[in-house]
């Protein structure tokens, strides 16, 4: 069974700066694109940043020159550092992965993590 578990989260102050983990277990995998939402209490789910197998990368506009995503296939983790932090970047943070798993055949499957709570406040 595939898992995604999320580190890194807490409480910073305005200006501060983050590291998120997500280190992905179980499971026959190949990874396709991994990333990392927001989700704010009372607002919808969004993106914050993905990054291919290849290394591309995407960012959410809110994030820009802020937040930068990496991965390490042989640990199969992906990280986010977050930095020049805003009280509006206070949130749930969720990791995700799009992978092709070999169950018998390869099937694609997405993988959500439980969250990390990301707070700034001074």
């Known amino acids: 069974q595939v898992q995604l578990v999320e580190s890194g989260g807490g409480l910073v102050q305005p200006g501060g700066s983050l590291r998120l983990s997500c280190a992905v277990s179980?499971?026959?995998?190949?990874?396709?694109?991994a990333g990392w939402y927001r989700q704010a209490p009372g607002k919808q789910r969004e993106l914050v940043a993905t990054i291919s197998s290849g290394g591309a990368t995407n960012y959410g506009d809110s994030v820009k020159g802020r937040f930068t995503i990496s991965g390490d296939n042989a640990k199969r983790a992906v990280y986010l550092q977050m930095s020049s932090l805003k009280t509006e970047d206070t949130a749930v943070y969720y990791c995700?992965?799009?992978?092709?798993?070999?169950?018998?055949?390869?099937?694609?499957?997405?993988?959500w993590g439980q969250g990390t709570q990301v707070t700034v406040s001074s």
């Open positions: 179980g499971g026959i995998i190949s990874m396709n694109v």
């Open positions: 995700n992965a799009d992978v092709s798993v070999f169950v018998g055949n390869w099937r694609p499957r997405s993988y």
